[in-house]
């Protein structure tokens, strides 16, 4: 397997898990996913908006060599409805642009500076797109820890519980 084929499947669960998390948290009120519930980002909201920050931040580095600066802790969408669309586009957009790796591309050393610490940073580029999908992994995970605190559960969050696993 290549990881052409890694990040296509990478993609597709993306897409799946945030539309769980997504439909789940339509049915909390815009208080309950503001709330602090002592999170890292403090609440299921910037905790979701933290990601859509990462995932921009990430695609504007990888597939357009640029990246708009912001404040890592600041929220982009405040609106639950602006963010949900555009976290619908964003992942559509993700599918889109793995679509169009090759495997010349996966090896090449890429350099960018973090907006955390400033320092410049290289590797191969195959790590950073991993990076991106390791760290929407990592804080869907602390959101489906707060749901499960609210008394819903999403569900298998596995990759083989995926429809497209199914075979009956």
Known sequence: MSFIDQFQLLSQY??????????????LSDADRKHNSGAFFGSIHNTLDH??????????????????????????????EMLSEKRVSLDH?????????????????????????????????????LHMFNHQTHHRGQVTTLLNQLGIDIGATDIPAMPSFITE
């Open 14 to 27: 993306n897409r799946w898990m945030n539309q769980k998390i997504y439909s789940a948290c339509n049915e």
């Open 51 to 80: 990601i859509v920050y990462g995932d921009l931040a990430w695609i504007e580095r990888l597939r357009d060599d640029q990246f708009t600066p912001k404040s890592i802790g600041s929220v982009v969408f405040d609106s639950w």
């Open 93 to 129: 957009e993700i599918d889109r642009w793995v679509n169009t790796f090759d495997a010349s591309q996966m090896e090449a050393i890429f350099s960018y500076t973090s907006n955390v610490d400033k320092l410049t940073r290289s590797g191969p580029y195959w790590s950073l797109v």
